[in-house]
């Protein structure tokens, strides 16, 4: 039988990374399907790698080849994450009326191309119950009240079932305590071009600016609104005669575009965060 | 012998005007050729249209022609203008360093794929002096103090000799009473995906972002920086991997797409302004 | 009370054309929302209109319009369509097993984003019932033998419940007959980007190929196999790194625009087919 | 003083490359600066590899890294390629009348955005001479009448003196024979989408098949009329409003984008050819 794992690694740009790495690799027997190493060209470089390899199963001890990378990184300085690429991330969703990237998502899980698993959807609109449930996902109904967005609620579900969370379009804005507390990564998908057309109503922003291409922002969600690091955009070109209820149409598209793609790009562990940027490898 | 000529037509919608204006076109013994008419959805629609229309010479006298659509224009209080398709548009071109696009520029309209004339090229960059007169076009150096824009040398050469001015990299901001002065269109080519990275260095900007779109976008200049009607924008991907030196390649290259897609609906009169957004037909 | 109409026409290009049509209808009280006209350069030029106008129901009775416009076209020998805005086309649906299509049709339809009825969606894959059935449209498993493709079955559901059909990812080849049969527009999305990629297989065919770019077309089905007018493509970059399995996500998404673009182009009479091509306005 | 150098490998998939690379490398003082490993997903997987790495002038000796390089391919059964970043390629261009990718290409490869060396531009069109001349580049008219090619008179020029050759819209087709004797990497620019339209007028083909995306490709050119391996395409959106001139106008522009993509990557070293397909990294 044999194994896939992910090695994702990042430090300030040092010699004999790739060396030292590779050589444990080899060692546990592993061949490495693909690599990719990326340093910024800033003075103070930084590296960021990511590595996939495989091996037979009795060759990788996932705690043990964990403890010997844990000693390269201590070395290096380095931050690291290891994957099992067999172990599928469990990915939490939240999302107000708007249903359109949910759809999306329940239909991509279900057929397998999205490789997730998805203990719960939370949704302030009770209306989306029928179809979540129809998928067999469990669904809470949480409103929210202006002083009370209940986001305690929403940690109980999200804290210890949840690799990561999705906000698929949800309205509401979490607060810095919660995604302090969460302490893990929220990606949201911002239906404007960031850094344009920030906050609400962007498609009414894009119209009353003329421009001639709108797009989506899949980003992750930081204590400040609609700044986080940018992971996919995608954009589609409009004209005269679109209106806000074409563009709305055209956006429910990039949305679902930009909102798969760093999906995609997220499970596979090719996405790193480094300050207010990501890699995408 | 047949001429062609292309009227633009704008006011209040109402109704009659396509009827009253496609009569009058078919006593002249025209042939319409394109006809564009959109009216906005708003509550005070908007109607815009373009005609493209020819016929045999002698049926077509410009003066008289005029005077007849300024009958029909006045009784629908509407503005208009008459083109006749076979006299090229005179194109005065400012440019500043970077000369991407002026080269684009000379080229085509050498090889008659951008039939404008071109009077004269003014740049605060002595450099381009060699290139414009291999092309025989008038080269004029203006260097721009801080204080001393020479913009009453620039308005010499332009309010005469030009029917609008192209600011291909142009990195001086002409004042609003320039604007004022010349009175006529003023296109300008702005290295960012308007209305993000407005003003200096917008590459630079895109970088600190971390978008993984740029563009570049066309736009009529108007008293307020980089905020007049857009009339194109041409966006790519990029990634992790992109510096600013690969940036300004890949803006080279949307740069002259966006500027080239608005200076040919431009001059084919398909452009029309209405406040601060453009129709393009 | 309000009404608006469409009219399509087609002719030889000839003088008058739309001086007579507009007279038509400023004479009926109408308004013209939109025109779009459009002339071949050929020799033998050909005209394209499409008329969107409104005027007061009392005001337009369809079948006397009808008769109006009739005694016009008979005089220009034009072909032309009458469509009132406020019925909605009704899509016969057929598909086999990849139901991406399907799934994003039903959800746009239910959203209202897709107007059209649909009275019934057929397929040789019963596992559709079920998706089908939860928006409460009829379904029918006909399945197909290799000798017998029951297509009289189809023609029973489709001849007079339906104004045209989609075949989305349906994935066996209606004959001659019964696209003679049937006599109205079929509309297919083909998971390649014609020319290219005909038949089966087309991301394999792509893979193959070791193209850059992918994409899906939509276009009218004829008796020649993929061959039929086009109406929509839509493209997306791939890379040395894509697989099978990752072209046919991406592939998904493709499809998915492509064939909305076509419809609702198709809906809103947009579409205008003449020879083995379409005019899109 | 810093050097970079620039290793392309490739074999089948086995274990212990990368480390046994990333050994030597480490052994040399060298800093890897990006490393780029991609292995097929195929049943006897191939693996590629381009190593970007830097180190004191003083400790790379080419000479010696070569040899260490092939005792460490010959163990693994690989191709390599080991190339010092500094040194820039020769390109030998050769054009036809078409001249917006050789006017683009001098434009660029002066301003220092495309660091390659120009020995000389080949045309069988004498009217490129002033143009090639003013940027000081040696320009060699040899006409092609039907029977003789003159191809010995190109090799004379290109064998000693390129390290490639790129067909900057070359309209002859060179011999299988020619393509053997120069024994090096030869690009081609070819205005239509490959696999559609190969051959002659491949604007007009996309006009006939009324398709609503065109596109140019830049691909290795093999004994095989258009069908090498592809580098880079570009594609853009048209509608039945463009004729043949204005396809053209689209694809000149289409033509320098893909070619410039394929240039970059080719000169950068990104470019591995395999079989009828290309990695670009």
């Keep these: 039988m044999m194994k896939t794992f992910i090695l994702i690694f990042q430090c300030k740009d040092q010699k004999g990374i ?61 931050g690291f994450k290891l994957y099992d690429k067999g172990r599928m991330l469990r990915m939490g969703v939240l999302v107000s009326k708007p249903d359109h990237c949910l759809a999306d998502i329940l239909y991509l899980q279900k057929r397998g191309e999205l490789p997730v698993e998805i203990p719960f959807v939370i949704s302030n609109f009770l209306g989306h119950r029928e179809m979540v449930e129809q998928y067999k996902i469990p669904f809470y109904f949480i409103p929210a009240a202006k002083k009370n967005r209940k986001e305690d609620e929403i940690l109980r579900h999200a804290l210890q079932s949840t690799d990561f969370l999705v906000l698929a379009r949800y309205m509401l804005v979490l607060s810095p305590k919660f995604i302090k507390t969460y302490g893990k990564d929220i990606i ?19 119209l009353d600016a003329g421009v001639k291409e709108i797009g989506a922002t899949a980003h992750f969600v930081t204590a400040k609104l609609d700044v986080g690091p940018i992971i996919a955009q995608a954009v589609e070109q409009v004209s005269h005669k679109d209106d806000l209820k074409s563009l709305l149409l055209k956006g429910m598209s990039l949305e679902k575009r930009a909102l798969n793609d760093a999906l995609h790009a997220y499970i596979e562990h090719r996405v790193i965060r480094f300050k207010d940027k990501t890699v995408i490898f």
Excluded: W
């Design 18 to 78: 790739v060396a030292k790495v590779s050589e444990l690799i080899f060692k546990c027997n592993g061949n490495i399907v693909a690599l990719d190493q990326y340093s910024t060209h800033l003075k103070a470089g930084r590296l960021f790698m990511r590595i996939e390899f495989m091996a037979e199963e009795k060759d990788l001890i996932k705690d043990k080849l964990d403890r010997q990378i844990k000693s390269i990184a201590r070395y290096f300085k380095a």
């Design 188 to 206: 949201n998908i911002h239906h404007g071009l960031l850094p344009s057309f920030k906050g609400a109503n962007p498609y009414q922003q894009a």
